[in-house]
């Protein structure tokens, strides 16, 4: 499962100050995952199969990339800067981002920091599953980003969304004209639909044999 925990990295004083965007680049460890939360720099620690799955979409989204020539960067190392419902900075690190390769290339001197909103933001979800459902949700959707992906391979969020008995499934959210978010849930060996790879080949089923 994810945690989140502060890092040791770093002044005790520099941990108990309120970080800006930033300030969270200029100071994140080059080794690990970390996101900034309510100003504060936590680490992203995740188990074998969360990294696999995160993994298996990551490949078959690059395949498709390459396969159509299409111009997008693919990776897991984007900070994404959102700004949360009290209006602070946040720093999210979707487990796998899809960028615009123009946006991307625009600053690649640039410490992993995305200030545009990338195309698509995968998030695994873990025991800490309110902040995918419901935070990053929030965030994204607020920040403007086409299509958000929550992938529920253990079936633990709400049954409001997971249904009863509660099965593995993966949430697309898509923008509407007004910038709200539209939800569309697959499970079993539905193919999933993405506006942005209409052509892709994935199931819950192959996420679920990762």
């Not at 100003?39 to 799955?53: E, Q, S």
């Not at 299409?70 to 960028?99: F, M, W």
């Not at 965030?139 to 633990?156: F, K, S, T």
Request: glycine fraction near 6%; proline fraction near 4%; hydrophobic fraction near 40%.
């Amino acid at each position: 499962m994810i945690t989140l925990t502060q890092p040791k990295s770093g002044s005790e004083l520099e941990q108990k100050l309120d970080l800006s965007f930033d300030k969270f680049l200029e100071q994140c460890p080059e080794d690990g995952r970390y996101e900034l939360v309510d100003g504060k720099m936590v680490k992203i620690l995740a188990t074998r199969i969360h990294y696999d799955v995160a993994g298996l979409i990551m490949d078959a989204i690059k395949d498709e990339v390459k396969r159509l020539q299409l111009n997008y960067v693919v990776n897991d190392v984007a900070a994404v800067l959102t700004i949360n419902k009290k209006g602070k900075e946040q720093g999210r690190h979707p487990d796998v981002s899809v960028i615009n390769r123009d946006v991307w290339r625009s600053d690649r001197q640039n410490h992993r920091g995305i200030r545009e909103p990338i195309q698509i933001a995968v998030e695994v979800v873990s025991t800490n599953w309110e902040d995918d459902y419901i935070d990053k949700l929030a965030e994204y959707e607020r920040l403007g980003i086409p299509e958000y992906w929550i992938v529920d391979y253990l079936a633990i969020g709400s049954r409001d969304y997971l249904g009863d008995p509660k099965i593995p499934s993966v949430f697309i959210f898509t923008l509407d004209t007004e910038g709200k978010y539209q939800m569309t849930r697959f499970q079993n060996g539905v193919r999933l639909v993405s506006p942005t790879f209409p052509e892709l080949n994935l199931t819950v089923e192959k996420i679920m044999a990762a």
